[in-house]
């Protein structure tokens, strides 16, 4: 269950995530952090030494939890999955954790670029682990024979990486459903990668 203190901390990292997600890193306000989390300003300081401690370590969660969350989703496919069934799944479960889930990587994604650089390092670190996930998710795809010849699969991974992350820029779940924009990125990777 974890201690009161830690429970405090975890409230404190949700309110920072969903107040960083909605704000941004430059209208970030701790006031407004502690109104979200339930507790006073001053009891901030107690979990976290700054301001800029608290926004690092929701900017790795993001980063981290994501890169979990579709790694298990990966894993609990069927032994022999093919391996465009597993890129398909990948493809799924990061735009649902990201648009459903997790306040964190959404704070993560759109404050990336955004927070000063002694931030980025650690979160770094974890957005490396990930694109090598899905470097090799892409790798067997090649090896297997699925992704056509001439696709430069390095190139098409960050596009499609970076075209997942821009949809929590845009997407309103009011406008168009998260299974229609699932279901779109997986007919767009299936169409660009497969012959024929």
Known sequence: ???????????ILDAAASVLSQKGYAGMRLGEVADVAGVQTPAIYYHFASRDELV??????GAHDVRLHVEDA???????????DRIMTAVDA???????????????????????????????EEESRYSHFWRDLFDAAKQD??????LDITTFRMLLLGAMNWVVEWWRPEVRSLAEVIGVA???????????
């Open 1 to 11: 269950m974890g201690s009161k203190s830690e429970k405090t901390r975890r409230r």
């Open 145 to 150: 024979g699925t992704i056509r010849d001439d």
């Open 186 to 196: 997986q007919d767009m990777v299936r169409r660009t990668i497969t012959a024929g």
């Open 94 to 124: 990061h735009l649902r954790y990201e648009l459903e889930i997790s306040d964190y990587a959404t704070a993560s994604i759109r404050n990336a670029r955004h927070v000063p650089d002694s931030l980025r390092e650690r979160p770094a």
């Open 56 to 61: 690092e370590e929701v900017m790795w969660s």
């Open 74 to 84: 990966v894993a609990a496919l069927p032994a022999g999955s093919a391996p465009l």
